[in-house]
T-cell receptor
Framework: TQLLEQSPQFLSIQEGENLTVYCNSS?????LQWYRQEPGEGPVLLVT?????EVKKLKRLTFQFGDARKDSSLHITAAQPGDTGLYLCAGPASGTYKYIFGTGTRLKVLA | EAEVAQSPRYKITEKSQAVAFWCDPISGHATLYWYRQILGQGPELLVQ????????DSQLPKDRFSAERLKGVDSTLKIQPAELGDSAMYLC????????????FGPGTRLTVL
């Protein structure tokens, strides 16, 4: 069974702090997506990483795909209350069509 | 900007009743997904369609859940009879179905079974 484990599960920080969320698997993924979901809404796609070692930046968010394409990280610089939400990694496990979601990281940024 | 549409947004029903959810994917998206999400957890795939065909329904409780996408466009997910444990957010997503499989989600239907 291919799983995507995210850590930490919960994170509560003060505005202006930095944080990193991790997404790990024992399986290789052909790509990974990161989503953010606000309460009562569907997940919104943030980014797709495809190449091992790839780094993508989206304003204050930095996404990295591990060299072996088994893990990914999301780093937020100077977090703001608007960053609050459930962060999900997801992707199609290599060699299959099955799309798997991570366990999720719930972030709360306090003003 | 193209969006995935879902209705209703909220549904309250009593156990043993039938409920149905509707999804209209982004135009041109061949792949459609129905997910169930328990509060605070990641979405769990219920069924995946490629055009009008079911690709994966291994996690769909087939004794009470059914899904169809008759013309390969919009889709309906039905629960009959609803049980208390079915209370959750039901999400629909669509994708072009290409290699990277980026999915675009609708706003979801929040189901409460009393």
């Amino acid at each position: 069974t291919q799983l995507l484990e995210q850590s930490p599960q919960f994170l509560s920080i003060q505005e202006g702090e930095n944080l990193t969320v991790y997404c790990n698997s024992s399986s290789v993924f052909s790509s990974l997506q990161w989503y953010r979901q606000e309460p009562g809404e569907g997940p919104v796609l943030l980014v797709t990483v495809v190449t091992g070692g790839e780094v993508k930046k989206l304003k204050r968010l930095t996404f990295q795909f591990g060299d072996a394409r088994k893990d990914s990280s999301l780093h937020i610089t100077a977090a703001q209350p608007g960053d609050t939400g459930l962060y999900l990694c997801a992707g199609p496990a290599s060699g299959t069509y099955k799309y798997i979601f991570g366990t999720g990281t719930r972030l709360k940024v306090l003003a | 900007e193209a969006e995935v549409a879902q209705s209703p947004r909220y549904k309250i029903t009593e156990k043993s009743q039938a409920v149905a959810f509707w999804c209209d994917p982004i135009s041109g998206h061949a792949t459609l997904y129905w997910y169930r999400q328990i509060l605070g957890q990641g979405p769990e795939l219920l069924v995946q369609f490629q055009d009008e065909s079911v690709v994966d329904d291994s996690q769909l409780p087939k004794d009470r859940f059914s899904a169809e996408r008759l013309k390969g466009v919009d889709s309906t997910l039905k629960i009959q009879p609803a049980e208390l444990g079915d209370s959750a957010m039901y999400l629909c997503a669509s994708s072009l179905g290409h290699l990277y499989n980026e999915q675009f989600f609708g706003p979801g239907t929040r189901l409460t079974v009393l």
